[in-house]
């Protein structure tokens, strides 16, 4: 697939998606909502691929938000029938959803790259994400309130699970900026670097970290992760029990435990590649 507002490169086992209108400062088109979910699909499709990378590219900040000229023209669109314009309107907010979800939905860790400004949809997405790291001149804002509008595409239901509920409603209130010290004191941050060619170089670190361990032990703690996120604490202990019950035998627990006992390296075999009856069928 060819993208118009996402670039995707492949570095081993690590997938880097980077964000790519800089002449538009990345604002987020419906098209780029679209194409950052279907690019983040396409990387967890592939079995080769065990972490990835979101960050904002070359544009001078990570993203200034909602392309606030594109969404006025639909937002001002007429129609007959109230009622189906507004069905219409729904569903233009679900495919976004859709999209900004599939970093949280991806079988594998995504980590977020931030330098500059992250503004509303911005702060959607990364919220989305499982690390996020930043430059010490990011800022972060939940900026929908200031075009009066409800953030409605992640950040309002993900953000209470990473800063203190205070605190979450000073910030979806007020719009008001956070910048890198304070969001790393909240620990919405994991860490802040001095430039952006460091902050990358320690994204990428740590995905080829991430991707050198188990990817079947990988995509379970990710899943029991998320699970717990949304359940008790025994539906969590149920869940992660039953995933074990089927992983335990796997060849990467043994493979994994020799190579701690020998102290040496270990490589994993890849995840098995699945295609779906309608790509079979193209290839047909």
């Known amino acids: 697939m060819r993208y118009e507002t996402v670039k995707i490169t492949l570095d081993g086992h690590v997938g880097h998606v980077a964000l790519n209108r800089p002449a538009k400062l990345n604002a987020m088109s419906g098209l780029m909502f679209e194409e950052i979910g279907a690019a983040v699909d396409a990387l967890c499709e592939n079995p080769e691929v065990r972490a990835i990378v979101l960050s904002g590219g070359e544009s001078k900040h990570f993203t200034v938000g ?32 859709h999209g900004l979800d599939a970093a949280d939905r991806a079988r594998v860790p995504v980590i977020a790259a931030i330098h500059n400004a992250c503004i ?16 010490k001149d990011s800022f972060f804002s939940i900026k929908e309130i200031d075009v009066g509008i ?25 719009g008001r900026e956070f910048k890198a010290e304070e969001a790393k004191s909240y620990g919405f941050v994991n860490t802040v670097y001095d430039t952006k060619d460091d902050m990358l170089e320690g994204a990428f670190a740590l995905a080829k970290m991430i991707a050198s361990k188990s990817p079947m032990a990988m995509t379970g703690t990710k899943a029991v992760l ?19 019950s089927a992983m335990l035998l796997g060849d990467d627990v043994q493979k994994a ?20 009856a309608i790509e079979k069928k193209k290839k047909a």
């Open 66 to 97: 909602l392309d606030l000229k594109e969404a006025a023209g639909f937002l001002m669109e007429q129609a007959k029938d109230p009622a189906r314009h507004r069905d219409r309107l729904r569903r233009h907010v679900k495919n976004w959803q």
């Open 120 to 135: 509303g949809g911005g702060v959607d997405m990364i919220t989305a994400c499982d690390i996020r790291l930043c430059t």
């Open 150 to 174: 409800v953030a409605d595409v992640g950040t309002l239901q993900r953000i209470g699970h990473l800063l203190p509920n205070g605190l979450v409603r000073e910030l979806a209130y007020t």
């Open 226 to 244: 998320n699970h717990a996120r949304e359940n008790s604490i025994q539906s969590g202990l149920e869940y992660v029990a039953t995933w074990n």
């Open 257 to 276: 435990a020799m190579a701690m006992l020998s102290k040496a390296e270990v490589e994993f075999e890849n995840l098995l590649s699945y295609e779906t």
